[in-house]
C-alpha cells in the first residue's frame, strides 16, 4: 500500500530557531512531491519538487527531493511566530487511474513560540 | 485573479438531509479534485474531474456521494442522507490544463466546514 509519512508530527520551537521537517514515500510511479502549509483555512502552496538534489528556495524556506531515498525535507531558518502551522507533503502519481490525486501525508504540526 | 472558491464555508445539516458543496476552480484551470479532511485527521482524496467527466473517483464512498463538474457553472459535491461521520472540512482543489509536471500544483479553496447534527 502506498504510503506517505511525516515527521515529527509535532514540534515546538522559539522563534529563530531552525527547524527541518522530513517527508518519506513509498509509492509506485512517482511523479512529483509538493508541499503545502496549513493554518485554519486552505493548505497554501510552498514547493513542487520532482528532480533529486536540487533545491527549491522561498525566502527562509527551502526544500530538496532525495528519489533514491524517497524522501524530502522542508528547512525553515529563523523561524517567526506566523510559521506555526501544519506543514502537509503530498505525491502526485505519474500515470494510470491514480494520476492526478495527491496523496497526503498526516502532517507535521509546528508551533513557533515567541 | 480570483482564487478557488468554495461555498457555502460552513454548512450544518441534520441527519438525513442533503449537503450540496460547490466549488468554482481557478480561472483557467479545468482539473478539479475534491479532499476530505476529517477532525485530527490529514487531507483524502476523493475524487478528480474534467469538465463533464469524473477521471478518478476511488476516493469516493460507493454510497450516498456523488460529485460533477458540467459544462457550465461550479463543480458539485453531494452527500445525500448525511450522518454524523460526515462531518468533516471538504477541500476543494484546481490545475491548469496538464503540460508537463510544473502543472501538477493543485491550489486549494478554503473549504466547507460540514457540521452534521
Known amino acids: 500500500e502506498d504510503k506517505v509519512v511525516q515527521s515529527p508530527l509535532s514540534l515546538v520551537v522559539h522563534e529563530g530557531d531552525t527547524v527541518t521537517l522530513n517527508c518519506s514515500y513509498e509509492v509506485t510511479n512517482f511523479r512529483s512531491l509538493l508541499w503545502y502549509k496549513q493554518e485554519k483555512k486552505a493548505p497554501t502552496f510552498l514547493f513542487m519538487l520532482t528532480s533529486s538534489g536540487i533545491e527549491k528556495k522561498s525566502g527562509r524556506l527551502s526544500s530538496i527531493l532525495d528519489k533514491k531515498e524517497l524522501f524530502s525535507i522542508l528547512n525553515i531558518t529563523a523561524t517567526q511566530t506566523g510559521d506555526s502551522a501544519v506543514y502537509l507533503c503530498a505525491v502526485v502519481y505519474a500515470g494510470g487511474t491514480s494520476y492526478g490525486k495527491l496523496t497526503f501525508g498526516q502532517g507535521t504540526i509546528l508551533t513557533v513560540h515567541p | 485573479n480570483a482564487g478557488v472558491m468554495q461555498n457555502p464555508r460552513h454548512l450544518v445539516r441534520r441527519r438525513g438531509q442533503e449537503a450540496r458543496l460547490r466549488c468554482s476552480p481557478m480561472?483557467?484551470?479545468?482539473?478539479v479534485y475534491w479532499y476530505r479532511q476529517l477532525p485530527e485527521e490529514g487531507l483524502k482524496f476523493m475524487v478528480y474531474l474534467q469538465k463533464e467527466n469524473i477521471i478518478d473517483e476511488s476516493g469516493m464512498p460507493k454510497e450516498r456521494f456523488s460529485a460533477e463538474f458540467p459544462k457550465e457553472g461550479p463543480s458539485i459535491l453531494r452527500i445525500q442522507q448525511v450522518v454524523r461521520g460526515d462531518s468533516a472540512a471538504y477541500f476543494c482543489?484546481?490545475?491548469?490544463?496538464?503540460?508537463?509536471?510544473?502543472?501538477?500544483?493543485?491550489?486549494f479553496g478554503p473549504g466547507t466546514r460540514l457540521t452534521v447534527l
Open positions: 482543489a484546481s490545475s491548469p490544463p496538464r503540460r508537463g509536471a510544473y502543472t501538477d500544483t493543485q491550489y
Open positions: 480561472k483557467g484551470h479545468s482539473h
